[in-house]
């Protein structure tokens, strides 16, 4: 298995400009999820999705930032003008819920810098 | 709402030293407990996990952990470090009859000295 797969690795832009992460879940898995971990504040729950539908988005920052789910093999994290202040790394981690959560399997992350 | 607290931010410790790192929840439900670890410049991997039965759980790379219920504590331990174990340590808990969230600590960041 590939494991959960994230593009792009790195990504350095602008203030202003439109960033969208991409995340592609393991195989099978149900849930998915898109964090953000930075020096101040550690690892941080954006958003969640189980089976495609969006559960918990009360950690998506404001209005900037969105997340869409449109298959059980794809998803998007889109942040719409960006900011300096949204510099981090991003991790999506898909898991298998079954009567419970699963062990959550972290893709490898995209750092993002908006200068 | 639920919390995680890692009581030590930056733990630093000698090749072979024993080792402890704090954790606690604010939950007085039921609970799955976590640990993840995120060696330098990777993503998060799960380190052991503990969903029911036996408190004393044992993972991977020697790591063990003590769901204490009593003290709301999920503390993690090894008896000899290794210079490898260089990494940041995640606690996360998840309310069962809740949903799949999990909520992490903030980390603490083991630096193992050769």
């Known amino acids: 298995d590939a494991g959960v797969i994230q593009s792009p690795r790195h990504e350095v832009t602008e203030m202003g400009q439109e960033v969208t992460l991409r995340c592609k879940p393991i195989?099978?898995?149900?849930?998915l999820f898109w964090y953000r971990q930075t020096m101040m504040r550690g690892l941080e729950l954006l958003i969640y999705?189980?089976?495609?539908?969006?559960?918990?988005d009360s950690g998506m920052p404001e209005d900037r930032f969105s997340a869409k789910m449109p298959n059980a093999s794809f998803s998007t994290l889109k942040i719409q003008p960006s900011e300096p202040r949204d510099s981090a790394v991003y991790f999506c981690a898909s898991s298998l819920s079954a009567g419970g959560p699963g062990e959550q399997y972290f893709g490898p992350g995209t750092r993002l810098t908006v200068t | 709402a639920q919390s995680v607290s890692q009581h030590n931010h930056h733990v630093i410790l000698s090749e072979a030293a024993s080792l402890e790192l704090g954790c606690n929840y604010s939950?007085?439900?039921?609970?799955?407990l976590f640990w993840y670890v995120q060696y330098p410049g990777q993503h998060l991997q799960l380190l052991l996990k503990?969903?029911?039965?036996?408190?004393l759980v044992k993972g991977i790379k020697g790591f063990e952990a003590e769901f204490i219920k009593s003290k709301f504590s999920f503390n993690l331990r090894k008896p000899s470090v290794q210079w490898s174990d260089t990494a940041e340590y995640f606690c996360?808990?998840?309310?069962?009859?809740?949903?799949?969230?999990?909520?992490f600590g903030k980390g603490t960041r083991l630096h193992i000295l050769p």
């Open positions: 503990y969903f029911s039965g036996d408190p």
């Open positions: 939950y007085g439900g039921t609970v799955n």
């Open positions: 195989s099978g898995h149900n849930s």
């Open positions: 996360a808990v998840n309310d069962v009859n809740r949903d799949d969230k999990i909520i």
């Open positions: 999705f189980n089976n495609n539908v969006p559960i918990d």
